[in-house]
């Protein structure tokens, strides 16, 4: 009933930018989180960036001042900006959106199958 999908990955050099974005579709009555998150290797899935309930947003500490996450309401869609990109960015970034389907229903948190993002030094 709801779609998560990310693009925007690919192969980058260290100190270079990309692009993430990440659209939501289907049955959607509201959204009221929307972000990303990602995991590397042998790692657990670590928040990057994301708004919040209320529209405020939540950054990594280690992406501070490199990465910008915009939204596009309208289109229920959210963006990252990705700069100065590092190795330890390297990644499968992964997009969610908190879902209602009707008015009064409890949001749900689905997920992207994730996009590759890989900096080299």
């Known amino acids: 009933q709801v779609q998560v999908v990310e693009s925007g990955g690919g192969l980058v050099q260290a100190g270079g930018s990309l692009r993430l974005s990440c659209a939501a579709s289907g049955n959607i009555f509201s959204i009221n989180a929307m972000g990303w998150y990602r995991q590397a290797p042998g790692k657990q899935r670590e928040l990057v960036a994301a708004f919040i309930s209320g529209g405020s947003t939540n950054y990594a500490d280690s992406v501070k001042g490199r990465f910008t996450i915009s939204r596009d309401n309208a289109n229920n869609t959210v963006y990252l900006q990705m700069n100065n990109l590092k190795p330890a960015d390297t990644a499968v970034y992964y997009c969610?959106?908190?879902?209602?389907?009707?008015?009064?229903?409890?949001?749900?948190?689905?997920w992207g199958q994730g996009t590759q993002v890989t900096v080299s030094s």
């Open positions: 969610h959106a908190d879902v209602a389907l009707r008015s009064g229903n409890r949001f749900y948190r689905h």
